[in-house]
């Protein structure tokens, strides 16, 4: 029977990460389908890349480069056992795509996308004024707001 905590033992079912070569120096992450999110890899930083990743699956891992030329060299990564008393790393959370709809843009305007960091009152002259720290990071948490550059249409919707 496997057991993820047997760093000998090995999956029916290896996990896959396929790195595909787009350039003579970019190249394209893959793990079980799904594409990792980062800026394309360098071949200087393509073995730190597949190791990490590796590391992170905790299982032995078939790994395929497909080169330009259409030659593909493939391998089996083994992690490298982490002793029993250490932490596994997590795996970096993936990307979480929500999207928003709206009507009333004119057909090909650019259409600004805003997230409501917070609200604010207009004062008795009708004015308002917002500070916002440079250093904040901006999150989905509460409204987003699709803004028509041209036609003025505005949606305001929740992130829920």
């Given at each position: 029977?496997?057991?993820?905590?047997?760093?000998?033992?090995?999956?029916?079912?290896?996990?896959?990460?396929?790195?595909?070569?787009?350039?003579?120096?970019?190249?394209?992450?893959?793990?079980n389908?799904?594409?990792?999110?980062?800026?394309?890899?360098?071949?200087?930083?393509?073995?730190?890349?597949?190791g990490?990743?590796?590391?992170?699956?905790?299982?032995?891992?078939?790994?395929?480069?497909?080169?330009?030329?259409?030659?593909?060299?493939?391998?089996?990564?083994?992690?490298?056992?982490?002793?029993?008393d250490?932490?596994?790393?997590?795996?970096?959370?993936?990307?979480?795509?929500?999207?928003?709809?709206?009507?009333?843009?004119?057909?090909?305007?650019?259409?600004?996308?805003?997230?409501?960091?917070?609200?604010?009152?207009?004062?008795?002259?009708?004015?308002?004024?917002?500070?916002?720290?440079?250093?904040?990071?901006?999150?989905?948490?509460?409204?987003?707001?699709?803004?028509g550059?041209?036609?003025?249409?505005?949606?305001?919707?929740?992130?829920?």
């Amino acid at each position: 029977m496997w057991r993820k905590s047997d760093p000998e033992a090995v999956p029916a079912v290896l996990p896959l990460i396929i790195a595909e070569v787009i350039s003579e120096e970019h190249i394209v992450l893959t793990v079980n389908g799904q594409r990792i999110p980062a800026a394309p890899t360098t071949r200087d930083e393509l073995g730190r890349a597949i190791g990490e990743l590796v590391t992170r699956l905790h299982s032995p891992t078939r790994v395929e480069v497909h080169e330009l030329d259409g030659s593909v060299w493939a391998d089996i990564i083994t992690p490298v056992a982490v002793p029993g008393d250490a932490p596994i790393p997590p795996a970096a959370p993936g990307p979480v795509l929500v999207e928003f709809t709206s009507e009333g843009f004119v057909p090909g305007e650019d259409v600004a996308i805003a997230l409501v960091l917070r609200h604010t009152s207009a004062g008795g002259n009708g004015t308002a004024r917002a500070l916002v720290d440079r250093a904040e990071k901006a999150t989905v948490t509460g409204e987003v707001i699709l803004l028509g550059r041209i036609s003025g249409t505005l949606s305001i919707q929740r992130a829920d």
